[in-house]
């Protein structure tokens, strides 16, 4: 048998994996490419990548066979069980030293387990997330690969040069950490995603009902706001979106049924953050604002009950309220990213990932669903700073915040005034006013803790030494140790 020519073995060839093959063999890889149900890399080979270098494999036996050492093999596979499945088909046709990477969006702690058992077999292990869709996957994704390092040494050059580039041609991947840190990078990504849908979402509504303003100019605002700070893809789709119109002539974004999807890893964004005790309170909200709006049927009925007994219409000056709304935008998504880069730093610190924050933001600038101008302003930032706190400690943050903040609330108060939900707006607003607050109201919290609980608290002052008191003559003088409210 002649030697082996494949520089990569794939597997899974649905939209992402056939676009990662694609793009691989653009730059010059070999790609040798696998699918469970086999039919499919013959219709492959005979369609989408007929006259190219990529290669075929009938079985798991073949693939491997057809790889160079040490063998790399990327699973592009639905998330789960199917990810352990291949794993034990692969591990006897592998050797030490051998690179397995997974760049599905599977849950961090799956990668993490993965990691450990195929290292203590003498395996590398990849979790790298893949962002950008079809589109990303075929002309460049961003791709946030962690796992074994010994691994990265093998994947770079394939990685980065399939991956997204930024205008300075720096490329939108990079080594992210150990363990499951590139998955959970990927997920704190999408949590983002989800956030900045529901912010523009919010935008939208406020133009549309609150202003009476028609889908063309909301069009012409979102083209306005694309060409400065707020310049990203999603402002970009919104604008399309918004000037589509249906065959009748109408917008077709009105006719689409207001009951949002959700596939979880918003969710799992938010899941992390409650577990590690961090306030990542806008991806929260945006989940749930999902959720709510999946109550269709109970919200119609509810509409026809519950009134919002607020002011009838809007009476400012309307010029002045679109520029404060995309101040609006612009502060809620600032807050949002820096909760998810404080939920990065806890979780960093609980799993002991080494992370480069400037780098994630840098992998996030191109390639993906939030790449935006911002995340330029976000790498500049941790780079100045690698230790940086919170974003919005950067001078250029704060700045930026404290230019907002104004019309922020301008716009929540407007909104609660007239009934319009903004759960996004509203929360991020009261996550600001939080944590700039040296004093908050959990000084109660603590004496009803205590009062009915005996948990004890801390006096101002004297931290470390903590304090029961017998509120109301009736209890003992011992604390609680297990009860937990
Ligand atoms: P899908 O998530 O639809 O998965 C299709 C592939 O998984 C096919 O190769 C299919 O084989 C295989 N598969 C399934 Br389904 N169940 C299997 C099982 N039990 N055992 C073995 N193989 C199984 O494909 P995709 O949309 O290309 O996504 C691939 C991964 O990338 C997923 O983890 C996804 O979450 C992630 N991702 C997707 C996007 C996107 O925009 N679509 C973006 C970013 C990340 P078959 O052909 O034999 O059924």
């Keep these: 048998m002649s030697a082996p020519t494949g520089d990569i073995g794939l597997i899974g060839l649905a939209v992402m994996g056939q676009n990662l093959i694609l793009n691989m063999n653009d730059h010059g890889y070999t790609v040798v490419a696998y699918n469970r149900t086999v039919e499919k890399v013959d219709q492959f080979l005979a369609h989408e990548a007929k006259g190219t270098n990529i290669q075929g494999a009938r079985s798991i036996e073949e693939l491997c066979a057809k790889l160079k050492r040490p063998r790399k093999v990327m699973l592009l596979v639905k998330a789960g069980d199917a990810v352990d499945a291949f794993i034990a088909q692969l591990l006897p046709y592998l050797e030490a030293g051998d690179i397995i990477i997974d760049g599905g969006n599977s849950h961090f702690p799956d990668t993490i387990r993965r990691v450990k058992e195929l290292e203590s077999k003498g395996f590398l292990y990849v979790g790298a997330g893949v962002s950008g869709g079809e589109e990303g996957a075929r002309y460049g994704p961003s791709i946030m690969p962690g796992g074994s390092p010994a691994a990265w040494p093998h994947l770079k050059s394939i990685f980065q040069d399939i991956s997204a580039k930024t205008a300075s041609g720096e490329p939108c991947c990079d080594w992210v950490g150990e363990g499951g840190s590139g998955h959970y990078v990927k997920m704190v990504h999408n949590g983002i995603e989800y956030g900045d849908m529901q912010i523009l979402s919010e935008a939208y509504s406020l133009l549309k009902d609150v202003l009476g303003l028609s889908h063309e100019e909301m069009g012409n605002i979102f083209e306005e706001w694309n060409k400065g700070e707020l310049d990203s893809f999603l402002v970009e789709i919104t604008r399309d979106i918004v000037r589509f119109n249906d065959e009748d002539g109408t917008p077709l974004v009105a006719k689409i049924l207001d009951k949002a999807g959700q596939k979880g890893t918003g969710k799992w964004t938010a899941i992390s953050a409650l577990d590690l005790g961090t306030p990542v309170t806008l991806i929260g909200e945006a989940v749930f604002a999902r959720c709510l709006s999946a109550l269709k049927q109970e919200r119609v009925h509810a509409s026809t009950i519950l009134k919002s007994h607020a002011q009838a219409q809007f009476t400012g000056d309307k010029q002045q309220f679109v520029e404060d709304i995309r101040q609006a ?80 609330r301008r716009v929540v108060s407007q909104a609660v005034l007239l009934g319009v939900p903004v759960p996004c707006f509203s929360s991020a607003l009261s996550f600001y006013d939080g944590y700039r607050s040296a004093k908050l109201p959990a000084n109660l919290l603590q004496a009803q803790r205590d009062y009915f609980g005996a948990h004890t608290y801390e006096i101002e002052g004297q931290e470390g030494k903590w304090v029961h008191t017998n509120w109301t003559g009736r209890g003992g003088r011992v604390a609680s140790s297990t009860y937990n409210a």
């Design 329 to 408: 935008v612009y502060a809620a998504k600032l807050i949002s990213y820096a909760q998810g880069f404080m939920e990065l730093r806890e979780a960093a610190k609980e799993q002991g990932w080494n992370l480069n924050y400037g780098g994630i933001a840098l992998m996030w600038r191109g390639g993906c669903i939030i790449r935006s101008r911002f995340l330029g302003d976000i790498t500049n930032a941790f780079r100045k700073n690698p230790g940086l706190q919170n974003l919005l400690l950067d001078s250029f943050f704060t700045d930026a915040i404290h230019r907002a903040i104004p019309s922020f």
